[in-house]
């Protein structure tokens, strides 16, 4: 699934763009309704979880918001410069068995040059950035502290230059 604001000119790419999707409802895997046991055929009357209820979104929602977010306050604060430039969210980084072997850390996020095809991209790393985080509370501030410092390393200067209240809190 893509996410994009055309008019800024960076995108969000949500986590795992290459999940079977069930053709009813466009999510990933079976929907609800195909996975529960309906002896009777009646299924559900509405939705479990209203819009307007906390739960009614996933973990993964909201941390692409977060993410988004950061994407959007640096583009706020640069312009132009960061257009097109890609931010993403994956799960886990890709080479995780591998550091793992190696007993090295596990990275929170990555960024990758520009090609001849695509700009270039900040990928944020959920899981790890969820694990390192100490509460929910600090999250947020954790995944600005991600995108702006690979932000930083892609236009080649200091974080605390790219934005004003960035602060290294891991």
Known sequence: MQSSNHESGFTVRLADPDAVKDPG???PGKSFMARRRNRHG???RGEVMLPTHPGYRTRSDRFDDMVLDSAQRLHDIWGKTLD???FGVDEIPPDLEQLAANSAPAPMGAYIPATDQD???ITVYRRVVE???GGVDDLQDLVHDVVVEHTAEMLGVAPETLDPVYRRRY
Do not use: I, N, Y
């Open 25 to 27: 409802t466009g999510m």
């Open 84 to 86: 097109g430039v890609r």
């Open 119 to 121: 700009g270039p991209m």
């Open 42 to 44: 009646r299924g559900l």
């Open 131 to 133: 694990q390192a985080c």
